[in-house]
């Protein structure tokens, strides 16, 4: 058979029209940390990053000492300076003790903090995707896709005036921006000894170097942005896939920016820029690549199973094996890592999904700015769980936090005038309105997934493994009750359904040995609506928001049954003179029987609620999930793509 080294890459197609800016929060952890933590060093001697951060931003000692982040016994984090010092991720904590005995380790078991300032990150920086595409990844990392904004404002750029020109980060407002030099991309960029002018530039590659320049100076306001009114500061990365501009994002840490310039496809007298820059990289190092898959890749191009570091706790390699090993490797293509990846229970596609990632390519999408979370996953990890009380006091624990999670997630709180008929949930304000605790979204399923270790090897070894095992269930109607405490709802979810699921898991006695237990309420849906971002409120305000919009327009007569009148012409009262000209040549015509009032309601039952302020914010609309920022118009999700491409067609 011919080598397929050459095929796969050729038939891959590259997606640059997007620009897309990864966002890493720097030691996110240290910044959390309180002057209590620093005390408690004095005491302890004990330590957490990109969570340090977090730390850092509680108590400003701690950036300038070694401090890292434990759980159980694992350095899950550390910030830069411990890294100088030598500590890394994944690190036990008695080996990282003895590799910096002056680090500062605290404990990190609690990330309410973390999850908290996670999101209100998230909030800040979602608000300049225009297309609502704004994903988080984990708790310090932020994809945002601008390819609207920058696009529109390359449309705005004036080539006379480059270095005063404009950034505009509104469509409707033309003063909303801020002012920068579009003659120089802000930043650092990669490759760094680039001599061609940027003129000549933006020539060669049409509008791809454009388009960049503008995403750096864009990633740069939201850098300063960002640490100005949130306290953090951030790693930046620009390109127009998520795979490289998360890779090009750690060229320049921390508090610093990268851009890779073009080309991005191969010249005919050299290569790509993508190319040159993933070749330098561990195959373990590509996202989308985790350690199994990257442990038989590197195999198979050293002939022999990599050996592995046993100091990391959940594996590393000793043999380094890089990219551009793996894609010159004889007859490697998509059949290859078909035959060394595939098999019962691969993924559908990973062979092409996989050499794609190993030539730059990456196509997935930047998710949605989602309203409520997919689904909600609480886990520990264990030295030695074997017995079964100590099973049912770590399931205790871990449906309490769930339990705590999905209220803070899940729940939304809402005031309404006080009316007779109390629900459940809900509280007496003292201004005559009652506060109503509501489910925005539900889960539908409960999840116990166990972690068991190995039985040793006849020589006293244990394999290492990361296979998880798990079983569902309905989620129980109980923990949807707010009238009870979560300590209660957790007794009776661990005896009556937990337990039950660990013994489906686990039939026999004793002789299990778990290193995991992790709870997850998944398959999350909202409230009131069908679809997948509907807005989770009651159907009630469809009909308020009805009167709110048409009150301009309803007539009412007193006797309208009695009153014997020719058809009017009525217009609202509020507008102008010009709005009527436009209009008096097709005049709305209301006669008695045509009466504007919601379905449903009379003419006295429709005036009750005219003033109400009954809409919190524009994209509550029931039912739209997504409202155009080109034209103002809500759009049903299954809509969004027609609706974009009906933009996208030429005038």
């Known amino acids: ?93 008695t080996e990282a003790r003895k590799k910096c005995p002056n680090a500062i380790i605290v404990l990190g078991e609690d990330l309410t903090r973390f999850r908290n300032a996670s999101k209100e990150n998230y909030d800040f920086l979602k608000r300049f995707a225009w297309s609502g595409r704004a994903e988080r990844l984990g708790f310090d990392e932020v994809f945002i896709d601008v390819t609207d904004m920058v696009d529109y404002n390359l449309e705005m750029l004036n080539s006379h005036t480059l270095q005063s020109s404009f950034f505009h980060l509104s469509r409707n407002d033309p003063t909303l921006g801020f002012a920068f030099d579009c003659s120089t991309i802000a930043g650092d960029v990669v490759p760094e000894n680039h001599t061609v002018t940027d003129t000549a530039m933006g020539q060669a590659t049409g509008s791809l170097y454009i388009r960049l320049l503008l995403g750096s100076h864009l990633a740069q306001y939201l850098r300063y942005q960002l640490e100005e009114h949130q306290g953090y500061s951030s790693t930046v990365g620009i390109s127009t896939s998520k795979l490289i501009s998360k890779l090009i994002g750690n060229v320049n840490k921390p508090k610093g920016q990268t851009t890779l310039l073009p080309p991005y496809t191969t010249p005919d007298n050299g290569q790509s820029n ?76 990973i062979a092409i999904r996989v050499w794609s990632l190993i030539n730059g390519i990456d196509t997935s999408e930047v998710g949605r700015a989602r309203e409520v979370p997919q689904q909600i996953s609480i886990e520990d990890s264990y030295i030695r769980l074997d017995a079964m009380a100590e099973v049912e006091r770590e399931l205790k624990l871990l449906s309490r936090s769930l339990l705590s999670r999905m209220r803070i997630d899940l729940l939304c709180v809402e005031e309404h005038e006080d009316v007779t008929g109390e629900r459940r949930g809900t509280e007496r304000a003292t201004n005559g309105t009652r506060s109503s605790r509501q489910w925005l979204a539900y889960p539908k399923t409960l999840r116990l997934t166990t972690r068991p270790r190995p039985a040793r090897n ?168 997504y409202t155009c920022t080109k034209c103002g118009l809500a759009v049903p999700d299954f809509a969004i793509t027609a609706h974009e491409r009906f933009h996208d067609l030429p005038d």
């Open 1 to 93: 058979m011919q080598a397929m080294a050459a095929f796969p890459t050729k038939a891959l197609k590259r997606d640059d029209t997007r620009l897309i800016i990864h966002f890493d929060y720097d030691c996110f952890v240290s910044l959390l940390q309180n002057l209590f933590t620093f005390i408690r060093y004095l005491t302890l001697c004990c330590l957490i990053v990109p969570y340090a951060a977090v730390f850092e931003k509680e108590d400003p000692k701690l950036r300038y000492l070694p401090l890292a982040v434990q759980q159980k016994q694992i350095i899950v984090t550390c910030n830069y300076e411990a890294r100088r010092q030598g500590l890394h991720k994944l690190q036990r904590v």
């Open 458 to 625: 006849p020589d006293g070894t244990r394999s290492r493994t990361f296979n998880r095992i798990s079983r569902s269930c309905d989620m129980p109607a109980l923990v949807l009750n707010l009238s009870s405490s979560i300590e209660d709802q957790s007794e009776v979810l661990v005896r009556e359904t937990l337990i039950p699921l660990f013994h489906k898991l686990h039939p026999e006695k004793s002789g299990w040995d778990l290193s995991l237990m992790n709870l997850c309420a998944a398959s999350i849906s909202l409230t009131a609506a069908s679809s997948k971002d509907g807005a989770g409120r009651d159907i009630s305000k469809m009909f308020k928001m009805q009167q709110r919009v048409l009150k301009d327009w309803k007539v009412e007569e007193p006797n309208a049954e009695e009153l014997d009148v020719p058809p009017v012409s009525v217009y609202p009262a509020n507008l102008g003179d010009g709005a009527v000209e436009a209009v008096e040549n097709e005049p709305l015509v209301v006669t008695k029987d045509t009466l504007l009032v919601a379905d449903g309601q009379d003419e006295a039952t429709s005036e009750t609620h005219e003033n109400d302020n009954i809409w919190e914010s524009d994209d509550e609309v029931p039912g739209l999930g």
């Open 274 to 349: 993508i190319t040159l820059f993933l070749d330098e990289h561990d195959i373990g190092k590509i996202p989308g690549i985790g350690f199994k898959t990257a442990q038989k890749i590197r195999g198979h191009v050293l002939a022999h199973p990599a050996a592995v570091d046993h100091g990391l706790v959940y594996g590393g390699t000793k043999e380094n094996v890089k990219v551009r090993d793996v894609r010159l490797f004889p007859t490697m293509g998509v059949e290859v890592l078909e035959k060394l990846l595939g098999g019962s229970g691969s993924p559908k596609g």
